[in-house]
């Protein structure tokens, strides 16, 4: 699919300006994860993708097993103030907590098994990632993991809704190869499927208004493009077309944009322009933009 570029100027305005609330000074609009100081670290850059700099402090070593994906997967706090992202550099798959500038990281979770795909609650009190096949939902602050959801089957790649009261994942059921995107209340009761697509559909992530979905799937073209659905499993749309995979679907601020990685960049698409805003040189992956703050 043909599509125009905007210039940097304007994607900076669609991004932030058309947000509809003020940037927390000295803080970065856009996380994503990259390797371009040799190892996977977490960048923070302008809501174009411009001014990158590196934000987590410990470097990992990619040709180990604990350093192949030493610091990845980001999320914001709903202030803003806070980081959250897994990392494997205890040779086990952690969830992690820092500030928005990439000091004061703290380990939250300790067990044997892989915690990955973390993310905030809407009032910032909780987090819930996933653990092997299983949905946990832990205080921010640290504490004693919940388990919610299934009690068999793999869940993975939950994700809060913007108030809270819901949680967003990819599932697949014992004896299946397929994942679907499912929705259930906080609390891991209310269980109900969103589509039914019965390919590999994954990554769900919330609009700002917390009316639909973005996902990746490979339902129609044999490769990952971008769809959006609304949560209750009507309305399916696909945002993408393309050659390869398209893949970490993000929302801007706006509600309009949906940023994803593709060919090692990121991308964003806002209904009817599509754009890079990073060089693909680096394996940029796992876009996050910033939450907007009220005036």
């Not at 803080?27 to 990259?34: K, Y």
Request: aromatic share 8%.
């Amino acid at each position: 699919m043909l599509r125009l570029a905007l210039p940097a100027a304007a994607l900076a305005l669609l991004l932030v300006a058309g947000c509809g609330g003020s940037a927390r000074k000295g803080s970065d609009a856009l996380l994503f994860v990259s390797v371009r100081d040799g190892d996977y670290a977490i960048f923070g850059a302008n809501a174009d993708g411009t001014h990158a700099r590196r934000l987590t402090k410990e470097q990992g070593d990619p040709s180990t097993p604990t350093g192949l994906f030493f610091q990845v997967q980001p999320a914001w706090s709903p202030d803003a103030r806070k980081i959250v992202f897994s990392s494997g550099r205890d040779g086990t798959s952690h969830i992690f907590v820092m500030n928005a500038d990439g000091t004061g990281t703290t380990r939250l979770t300790g067990s044997q098994r892989n915690d990955d795909h973390p993310s905030w609650s809407g009032d910032g009190s909780r987090i819930v990632f996933s653990r092997e096949g299983a949905l946990y939902v832990i205080p921010a602050a640290g504490g004693k993991p919940q388990r919610v959801g299934h009690g068999f089957g793999s869940a993975t790649s939950p994700a809060f809704s913007p108030d809270g009261k819901l949680i967003a994942y990819d599932y697949r059921q014992p004896g299946y190869r397929n994942r679907e995107i499912y929705v259930m209340n906080a609390d891991g009761t209310g269980i109900r499927q969103v589509t039914r697509l019965n390919h590999v559909s994954g990554l769900p992530a919330w609009s700002p208004d917390g009316k639909r979905l973005a996902f990746q799937s490979n339902v129609r073209l044999g490769h990952f493009e971008i769809y959006t659905v609304a949560f209750d499993g009507s309305h399916l749309h696909q945002v993408t077309t393309s050659s390869t995979d398209v893949i970490q679907p993000a929302w801007a601020p706006d509600g309009r944009t949906i940023g994803f990685s593709r060919d090692g960049a990121i991308w964003i698409d806002d209904g009817s322009t599509e754009s890079q805003l990073t060089s693909g040189k680096n394996i940029d992956s796992a876009p996050a933009w910033r939450p907007v703050q009220p005036e």
